[in-house]
């Protein structure tokens, strides 16, 4: 294909505005492309024009497959007029296309989608199956990654690369965890000179936020990839006026969470404190789990892992660590799939993404194209 066309597709998605939703027209373009190429793909819908997609080349002839993975779904651009050119018109300067979802990640997307194609246009022997799998969601929770991990998409999955914006700087093969909650306080109005009639939602949610963060900060837990375990109480909000006793309260915070002190126990001990708590006489407390994201931590010498970093060095000539990142991806519902199977996260891109003038190197870009390539040739040889 050629670089002009390669640049186009990119700039194509880009426009394409699936801010936590409309996944369905990125999914949509890149079937009529692969399409145009004699490549079958299909469709698992989510939900209203929200469509995951699943490609797949290569034969059966040993029991390799492997994925590659990025997320259809951009983040909110913000306040555009912060923006020095429109972000759902892509504009390259000096080398850079600028936009939202250029770095995080339709430029790693589209880099997997032109390589299957050219493998396919040049005969390329392969000894096993490369599939690529596009989500929805993943910016809020990941669901087109749980939805096609339930529905058994990844259960042959013997590697998999999820084309998200590490640049060359380190293949993340180990991530943290994440948790959102709340936790909502109940308690009984009364006119504040009355405290006696009333049962003060504030106060019992404060034990609460005391507790936790006595609980979840007075140890140190640390993973020697992954760095700290991390608690926070991120909002709170309570009372209904000032001469009012509040018969509401609630907290919501996000927790990082690592493989030695994961997300069940985390919860577990939450539970625990909120019923001991409500043990006490007026309390009422309650623990919602809104986000439960596992922490993961792949092979660093996996065969996948291996081959990125030679066939990055053979192509760009850079040694690249392996690394393990704060932020969740995919690979966090991927992961709970039938089997274990290696996974890294390698795609073009820097350290731009969800921000404004967020973009892509657009060499960066066109490098990954051929880089997957070989990833796939040499891994299925
Ligand atoms: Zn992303």
Redesign the pocket.
């Known amino acids: 294909m050629e670089k002009q066309e390669k640049i186009q597709i990119l700039k194509d998605i880009v426009a394409i505005k699936s801010v936590n939703g409309n996944e369905k027209e990125v999914a949509e373009y890149l079937s009529k492309l692969f399409k145009k190429h004699g490549i079958d793909s299909s469709f698992l819908e989510y939900d209203k024009d929200r469509d995951n997609l699943i490609v797949e080349i290569g034969n059966k002839n040993s029991e390799k497959v492997l994925a590659f993975s990025?997320?259809m779904d951009v983040v909110s651009a913000g306040n555009e007029a912060d923006w020095t050119s429109d972000p759902f018109k892509p504009e390259i300067r000096d080398g850079k296309m600028y936009g939202r979802g250029t770095c995080?990640?339709k430029s790693g997307l589209a880099a997997m989608a032109i390589a299957m194609i050219e493998l396919k246009e040049e005969n390329a022997a392969f000894n096993g199956r490369l599939r690529l799998i596009a989500t929805v969601g993943?910016?809020v929770g990941e669901l087109g990654a749980e939805q096609l991990t339930k529905e058994g998409y990844v259960d042959d999955v013997t590697s998999m690369v999820i084309g998200?914006?590490s640049g060359y700087a380190g293949i993340v093969y180990a991530h943290k965890g994440s948790i959102n909650f709340k936790v909502e306080s109940q308690g009984k109005n009364a006119h504040s000179s009355m405290p006696q009639l009333g049962v003060n939602a504030i106060d019992h949610l404060n034990d609460f936020y005391s507790r936790a963060n006595q609980l979840f900060r007075s140890e140190i837990h640390t993973d020697e990839v992954l760095g700290d375990f991390i608690y926070n109480v991120t909002m709170i909000s309570g009372g209904e006026q000032i001469n009012s006793i509040p018969s509401e309260a609630s907290l919501q915070g996000n927790i990082r969470t690592i493989p030695g002190y994961d997300n069940d126990l985390v919860i577990k001990k939450m539970n625990e404190l909120i019923d001991e708590l409500n043990q006490k006489d007026t309390y009422h407390l309650t623990l919602s789990i809104e986000a439960n994201k596992i922490s993961v931590k792949s092979e660093k010498d996996s065969d996948i892992a291996k081959i990125a970093q030679q066939v990055a060095k053979k192509q760009v000539n850079v040694d690249i660590p392996m690394v393990g990142v704060s932020?969740t991806?995919d690979a966090a519902e991927f992961t709970k799939g039938k089997k274990a199977f290696p996974v890294i996260i390698f795609g073009p891109g820097n350290e731009t993404?969800h921000q404004v003038d967020e973009y892509v190197d657009v060499d960066n870009y066109l490098e990954m194209v051929d880089i997957y390539k070989e990833m796939a040739t040499t891994y299925l040889a």
């Open positions: 990025g997320h995080d990640m993943e910016e998200e914006p932020g991806t993404p």
